[in-house]
């Protein structure tokens, strides 16, 4: 905040209040939205955004981004990483872009190099079938420098942003921006979950029974695969390197095609106001997007910048850290989950569902997606009346 209070030409102040969780800003901004007291930028995640504008209270930034004045440089909105910059514009919305990322993680699947190395493999699965071969023979034979009992290939928590994840490996997506309709049930998704259920069903794969527990298998070098956020690569590092202190590193998912990786963050949004006070908050957020600001961001936080150029001034950070480096080698490949209101009700029903598909070996994918679906677009419907 002081670089830009002390910088810009407009003498434009802006001041920083923490007002607590993701959740906690989201219950307070739902009251103070469209009144006086509500503050002139939130932080939130896209499904938050989608449920305030619901309310006709967030700033259309399509109103401003192309100004010839206070815009923003057709270059400057090409250097944007292409995923990061479209997870902002909402279709439900006619297309509003009605938020800006600051940073972005990613969906990576880590593994353990030298594990693979002793059970012949030269580099990381990148096809389903490679993924499986590896998993169900690391499940058979423990990596040697273990410093815990146990072996297994995989353990994947129960989470709707890992659903995404596997969906989008097997070439499907959840939701159809043309319809503006959950895709929760199809081919590809129905597809990636007959796979996993032969995992577990094989021995090959296991349940993330406590919180960080793949990441404390993985350390302690009983855990060959992980999938988890970009956001954890410190403590993958830390915890690696004070038990099995194995050499590591993280790789797109196995996917059936083009990989296509899950990507998250909260961005920033500007609430309704006076033209004057909308235009300073657009040009402070021009400013947390200027590439030596991402450079700043991103290697305080270990989160991925948003812009190209800003990923092209991190080289001593990405020779230093390795991982990192493979992370963001990732970014053409960055997809993303939908920016709908009430999608925490629908990531719910996404965990219920898949819970029960990879547990009980009777039921039919189809048939429990399928009813998946169905609620999720019922909630959608509700949401938008």
Same mark, same amino acid.
Request: glycine share 6%; aromatic share 16%.
């Given at each position: 905040?002081?670089?830009?209070?002390?910088?810009?030409?407009?003498?434009?102040?802006?001041?920083?209040?923490?007002?607590?969780?993701?959740?906690?800003?989201?219950?307070?901004?739902?009251?103070?939205?469209?009144?006086?007291?509500?503050?002139?930028?939130?932080?939130?995640?896209?499904?938050?955004?989608?449920?305030?504008?619901?309310?006709?209270?967030?700033?259309?930034?399509?109103?401003?981004?192309?100004?010839?004045?206070?815009?923003?440089?057709?270059?400057?909105?090409?250097?944007?990483?292409?995923?990061?910059?479209?997870?902002?514009?909402?279709?439900?919305?006619?297309?509003?872009?009605?938020?800006?990322?600051?940073?972005?993680?990613?969906?990576?699947?880590?593994?353990?190099?030298?594990?693979?190395?002793?059970?012949?493999?030269?580099?990381?699965?990148?096809?389903?079938?490679?993924?499986?071969?590896?998993?169900?023979?690391?499940?058979?034979?423990?990596?040697?420098?273990? *410093?815990?009992?146990? #072996?297994?290939?995989?353990?994947?928590?129960?989470?709707?942003?890992?659903? @995404? /994840? =596997?969906? &989008?490996?097997?070439?499907?997506?959840?939701?159809?921006?043309?319809?503006?309709?959950?895709?929760?049930?199809?081919?590809?998704?129905?597809?990636?979950?007959?796979?996993?259920?032969?995992?577990?069903?094989?021995?090959?794969?296991?349940?993330?029974?406590?919180?960080?527990?793949?990441?404390?298998?993985?350390?302690?070098?009983?855990?060959?695969?992980?999938?988890?956020?970009?956001?954890?690569?410190?403590?993958?590092?830390?915890?690696?390197?004070?038990?099995?202190?194995?050499?590591?590193?993280?790789?797109?998912?196995?996917?059936?095609?083009?990989?296509?990786?899950? *990507?998250?963050?909260? #961005?920033?949004?500007?609430?309704?106001?006076?033209?004057?006070?909308?235009? @300073? /908050? =657009?040009? &402070?957020?021009?400013?947390?997007?200027?590439?030596?600001?991402?450079?700043?961001?991103?290697?305080?936080?270990?989160?991925?910048?948003?812009?190209?150029?800003?990923?092209?001034?991190?080289?001593?950070?990405?020779?230093?850290?390795?991982?990192?480096?493979?992370?963001?080698?990732?970014?053409?490949?960055?997809?993303?989950?939908?920016?709908?209101?009430?999608?925490?009700?629908?990531?719910?029903?996404?965990?219920?569902?898949?819970?029960?598909?990879?547990?009980?070996?009777?039921?039919?994918?189809?048939?429990?997606?399928?009813?998946?679906?169905?609620?999720?677009?019922?909630?959608?419907?509700?949401?938008?009346?």
């Amino acid at each position: 905040m002081d670089g830009f209070n002390s910088t810009n030409q407009y003498n434009i102040k802006v001041i920083a209040e923490y007002a607590g969780s993701y959740q906690e800003i989201y219950k307070k901004m739902l009251a103070l939205q469209n009144t006086y007291r509500v503050p002139d930028i939130v932080v939130s995640y896209q499904n938050q955004v989608a449920s305030y504008q619901k309310e006709n209270s967030i700033f259309d930034l399509n109103t401003i981004i192309d100004d010839p004045t206070y815009g923003m440089p057709q270059e400057n909105q090409d250097d944007f990483i292409d995923a990061f910059f479209l997870q902002d514009v909402y279709s439900i919305y006619n297309d509003q872009r009605l938020g800006f990322p600051p940073n972005r993680s990613m969906e990576v699947m880590y593994y353990n190099k030298d594990w693979l190395k002793e059970l012949g493999f030269t580099a990381p699965p990148r096809t389903p079938t490679e993924f499986r071969e590896m998993a169900c023979k690391a499940a058979k034979q423990p990596f040697r420098g273990r *410093t815990a009992s146990g #072996s297994m290939g995989y353990q994947m928590t129960i989470d709707a942003s890992r659903f @995404a /994840s =596997w969906t &989008f490996a097997f070439g499907g997506d959840i939701y159809d921006y043309e319809t503006n309709q959950f895709t929760l049930n199809s081919p590809e998704a129905v597809e990636a979950f007959t796979f996993l259920r032969g995992l577990f069903a094989d021995g090959c794969a296991t349940f993330v029974t406590k919180t960080y527990g793949d990441q404390i298998d993985f350390s302690e070098g009983t855990l060959l695969f992980t999938v988890a956020s970009s956001s954890g690569l410190s403590f993958y590092d830390y915890a690696v390197e004070n038990e099995a202190s194995f050499d590591w590193s993280v790789a797109a998912l196995p996917s059936t095609g083009i990989p296509k990786q899950n *990507t998250y963050g909260s #961005s920033v949004s500007i609430f309704k106001s006076t033209p004057e006070r909308q235009l @300073a /908050s =657009w040009i &402070f957020l021009k400013y947390l997007t200027e590439p030596e600001v991402q450079k700043f961001w991103a290697e305080s936080t270990g989160y991925l910048p948003v812009r190209r150029s800003a990923g092209g001034l991190m080289r001593d950070l990405m020779d230093a850290v390795p991982e990192y480096r493979d992370t963001w080698n990732l970014i053409d490949f960055a997809w993303f989950e939908p920016s709908v209101p009430d999608y925490d009700t629908v990531r719910s029903a996404i965990a219920f569902h898949m819970e029960a598909v990879l547990k009980n070996l009777n039921l039919s994918i189809q048939s429990e997606f399928d009813t998946l679906n169905n609620f999720a677009n019922e909630i959608l419907e509700a949401q938008l009346k």
